[in-house]
């Protein structure tokens, strides 16, 4: 079973608010799609920052609608959870991939601490659950570990999606909400988002760390990093 992890793709990013950097990045989610469909993958896991601002544009929505629609007709899964960017700032309003998953359909969203705990996808036989964790703030660190330890997977093969700082990545103050120690084991796959660069990490249970990184450069100190 095929699966494309991608992460802080940031539709709507409008740099320096010009219309080509928009355009950039709209451009490579369209290439990410095209992969997507070309290798024949089961789902896309898409780890955090979907949208640059919580309440993207117009033009956004329809560029994710438009450009999904591929997927869809594929029977390809896509497979979100929110992260920083994603998340309301008044407590009254919604995730707009509440609007997408619920309302329309069009993508299936997992919060972690509500609505369904994992997406389950099966094929030829193998069970493969992916479980997700929205992006949680430093003031609720505390909630965020016991959610974490409170996840017991238990498919065939199991992918934990998460959008938050980790310490061994971020050691500055206030820029991390969790350290690798602190996650819970039986995952193969730990599908992260947040940081910009990409990472591939073992760790000691045998799974492996993947950060996805952003597809395309949304600030100038990524593009060191990019080269690297």
């Not at 099966?122 to 929205?134: A, F, H, S, T």
């Amino acid at each position: 079973m095929l699966l494309l992890h991608i992460s802080d793709t940031h539709l709507g990013s409008r740099r320096y608010d010009k219309e080509f950097r928009e355009q950039d990045v709209f451009d490579v989610f369209t290439q990410l799609v095209e992969i997507a469909v070309k290798e024949h993958v089961k789902a896309v896991i898409h780890s955090g920052d979907l949208f640059d601002v919580y309440k993207p544009g117009n033009k956004a929505l329809k560029f994710f609608v438009d450009s999904t629609k591929p997927l869809r007709d594929k029977g390809i899964h896509f497979i979100n959870i929110p992260g920083d960017h994603d998340t309301p700032k008044v407590k009254e309003e919604l995730y707009p991939q509440r609007l997408l998953g619920e309302s329309l359909g069009l993508i299936k969203v997992i919060m972690g601490d509500q609505g369904p705990k994992f997406i389950e996808l099966n094929e030829d036989g193998l069970r493969v659950k992916i479980y997700g964790i929205r992006h949680m703030s430093n003031v609720y660190k505390d909630a965020l570990q016991e959610l974490l330890s409170s996840i017991k997977p238990d498919g065939d093969r199991n992918v934990l999606m998460l959008h938050q700082g980790i310490r061994e990545f971020l050691p500055y103050d206030e820029s991390w909400q969790l350290e690798l120690g602190s996650l819970p084991s039986g995952f193969q796959y730990y599908a992260c988002g947040h940081l910009h660069s990409r990472r591939l990490h073992n760790l000691p249970g045998g799974g492996k760390l993947a950060i996805s990184g952003s597809p395309e450069i949304i600030r100038e100190e990524e593009i060191k990093a990019g080269a690297s």
